[in-house]
């Protein structure tokens, strides 16, 4: 019975880990919105890689988790000069990494691209003029690391002049209703954008893919997008 006791303390742990991971990740969403987003915005990016560290918050969660629940079973160890110069350094670590992933953000407003990141907290500021490249199309059936992407994803990446390259379509947040979806406001977007007569390359190639995991009304957006020239 007792054995039977702490699987079931472990399995709900596991539970709790995932349920306040998943509470953490929005709570840091909302807080990047009010530090970075404007009001005039029409999306936001959480940007790659950034985005997927995320994946790091439960991670340590369940190291926590683990520390209690085998805590009662390890011995205790003295405190050195050592250990408290690694813990410091740990924290400090994972503070700067915090801040790096907090602050990759990208705000797409009516006049502008505000591009942030751990060098310009501020945020960078560019015109659409700024935008010389479009790349455009659906991640076709291979092998991803985990947490990376998916098979069908769509993804619309600009490049700017200085080199920089984000993908709009990647944790794009900030929308309440289905004319919001990012699907519809990169098709108004797209739009505008080769109308300024900007490259653009896209490919209809994995196309297909696309309808395992999004409905008709966004696969037709997108559709538009790949097949605009």
Not at 113 to 121: A, G, Q, R, V, Y
Request: hydrophobic share 40%.
């Amino acid at each position: 019975m007792k054995t039977v006791g702490r699987a079931f303390v472990y399995l709900l742990g596991c539970v709790v880990v995932l349920i306040i991971s998943f509470f953490l990740y929005s709570l840091i969403g909302y807080l990047q919105y009010l530090a970075f987003v404007p009001e005039d915005y029409i999306i936001w990016i959480f940007k790659y890689p950034a985005s997927r560290f995320m994946i790091i918050i439960a991670l340590y969660l369940y190291l926590i988790f683990l520390y209690f629940f085998y805590r009662k079973h390890r011995e205790k160890t003295k405190v050195t000069r050592k250990r408290k110069v690694l813990r410091i350094s740990f924290i400090i670590t994972n503070i700067i990494g915090f801040y790096i992933i907090f602050s990759s953000v990208t705000v797409i407003t009516d006049q502008k691209i505000i591009d942030h990141s751990f060098l310009h907290p501020q945020g960078k500021e560019y015109d659409f003029h700024d935008v010389v490249k479009i790349d455009a199309g659906i991640r076709g059936a291979r092998y991803y690391i985990p947490f990376t992407h998916h098979k069908g994803d769509f993804y619309y990446k600009i490049e700017l002049t200085d080199g920089k390259k984000i993908d709009l379509n990647d944790e794009a947040g900030g929308y309440e209703d289905e004319d919001q979806h990012p699907s519809f406001i990169l098709n108004k977007l797209d739009a505008r954008l080769i109308e300024m007569g900007i490259t653009k390359e896209s490919s209809m190639e994995n196309f297909h893919y696309t309808s395992e995991s999004l409905g008709r009304m966004y696969t037709d957006q997108i559709k538009s997008i790949l097949e605009r020239k």
